[in-house]
């Protein structure tokens, strides 16, 4: 049987306040446990939640970048349940009013094939506490820091049909929250974090099956490899005559597998009703208007002004929108060489290598745009060839210098006087008579081919400093003749 998976993400932002949502307290990451916690986010006797206006505004211009219905009166509701990081015993949400509506997000795949995710709704609450296990032998601590946090909640459509699509559209939004800045995006620190929820059913039924919800899953890679476990898990259930369990589960990274968490809790279980101590959020047109007005230039709009401007293929100007400090610093280089589509290949290329390698962001590469701009520059004017810029590049990344300063330095100036090339050549021509006999030899339609041999001796006997558009010239030249 052939069997169909639905997904849809529950995908939980950190808003990039300086303070929590109903309280002055700061957000700040890694700051010691219990030293940002007010006596709002105590839940102290009397106090009363003042709401961050911030977050309001962050939370329109997100469902204004995605086209989605804001609305104009939202309510915050109690969630009522216990757990030991939640002093309040309920949590602050927005369950039935939230303060974004259906909206959507273009998501694109590797076929080149693009989709539009729906989406359900976005809304607006606070975090929990955090339980500490590791730092108690045999008893578990509370740190408050994360209470109060601001959150926007932001729930897709079961739109989704494999893992690679719910990357995708993770991805996308992700790009959306950073380039908005209403979110620094950063799962290792939790500013991002995924519930999945996936269900299986043969393919080309309509009735869904039961789902299970895989809790804070906190990478792109994990969110792939989560819902392949669990669409793996359920199918293989279902072949078996068994059935699926609608409960809530965890991803374990290290043996690759879903497992058990617990039962799923029904919507009614949480007794929501509206917060007495919170007035209805009530935004106003003129507000809705000027937020639109401030929103940036976002990936959609970038990916299309890339190719456009700069004449880049789809792939490439997909790839260079993908954050916007990835795309300013492309547009950075480009501006400085002069040249968009060298300028590209650099940055996708030998810099993205590098920053691979050593697992960096774009913003801790040690090689700033200005410099790989001037760089690219050397090649164009044929101070140095492609191949000796790698090695430039290499050195500048190891804080060598500038470009000039190595290629001075280094003594690598490209070759381009025609005598001396010629010299090398006929040294090489000289030391091959065997192959230069093959060459004549051969047809003409093998003779590019085997040109390639030639031209890598005579590039090997200048250390690669000779120009290689003059040495194919002359090479095929003396070889011709």
Excluded at 282 to 300: A, F, G, K, N, S
Excluded at 368 to 378: F, H, K, M, N, P
């Amino acid at each position: 049987m052939q069997w169909e998976a639905v997904i849809g993400l529950e995908v939980h932002v950190q808003l990039a306040t300086q303070s929590k949502i109903f309280s002055g307290s700061s957000i700040a990451f890694g700051a010691e446990p219990n030293s940002q916690a007010s006596a709002v986010d105590l839940a102290m006797p009397g106090m009363l939640p003042v709401l961050n206006e911030g977050v309001v505004r962050m939370a329109i211009q997100f469902g204004l970048a995605v086209d989605a219905e804001i609305a104009r009166r939202s309510v915050f509701d109690r969630k009522n349940y216990f757990y030991p990081d939640l002093p309040k015993g309920y949590q602050i949400s927005q369950m039935y009013h939230p303060i974004v509506g259906p909206g959507k997000i273009h998501i694109e795949l590797e076929s080149g094939e693009s989709r539009t995710v729906g989406l359900h709704h976005a809304h607006l609450e606070e975090d929990a506490g955090k339980s500490l296990h590791e730092d108690f032998h045999g008893m578990t601590g509370i740190d408050l820091n994360r209470a109060g946090t601001p959150l926007l909640e932001i729930v897709s459509e079961p739109d989704m049909r494999s893992a690679e699509e719910a990357v995708a559209f993770l991805r996308k939004l992700h790009a959306i929250v950073t380039y908005l800045g209403v979110s620094d995006g950063d799962m290792s620190q939790g500013s991002m974090r995924c519930d999945c929820n996936v269900s299986v059913r043969p393919k080309g039924q309509t009735e869904l099956g039961t789902r299970t919800e895989t809790k804070n899953v906190n990478s792109f890679r994990f969110v792939e490899k989560a819902i392949n476990s669990e669409i793996q898990r359920q199918i293989e259930i279902l072949e078996d005559g068994g059935r699926i369990v609608q409960e809530t589960r965890l991803y374990d990274p290290e043996k690759n597998e879903t497992r058990s968490m617990r039962s799923k809790e029904f919507a009614n279980d949480y007794r929501y009703f509206p917060d007495p101590d919170l007035l209805p959020v009530v935004v106003t047109e003129e507000l809705i208007e000027q937020l639109r007005r401030e929103l940036p230039e976002l990936p959609d709009q970038k990916r299309e002004r890339f190719k456009r401007e700069h004449e880049l293929s789809d792939y490439d100007a997909g790839v260079l929108s993908q954050s916007r400090p990835l795309a300013d610093y492309f547009e950075a280089v480009a501006g400085v060489s002069g040249d968009p589509k060298l300028a590209a290949n650099w940055v996708m290329g030998e810099l993205s290598r590098f920053l691979n390698q050593n697992e960096l962001a774009i913003g801790q590469s040690p090689v700033a745009s200005e410099d790989l701009g001037q760089l690219i520059l050397r090649i164009k004017d044929n101070t140095i060839s492609g191949k000796i810029a790698k090695e430039v590049f290499e050195r500048m990344w190891n804080g060598e210098g500038s470009a000039d300063n190595i290629i001075d330095k280094q003594g690598l100036k490209q070759v381009t006087d025609t005598g001396a090339i010629e010299g090398i050549i006929d040294e090489v021509l000289a030391n091959s008579a065997q192959q230069v006999e093959n060459y004549r030899a051969a047809p003409e339609d093998r003779r590019p081919k085997m040109l390639g041999y030639f031209v890598g001796q005579v590039m090997k006997a200048s250390r690669g400093k000779a120009n290689p558009a003059q040495v194919n010239e002359l090479l095929a030249r003396k070889l011709d003749a």
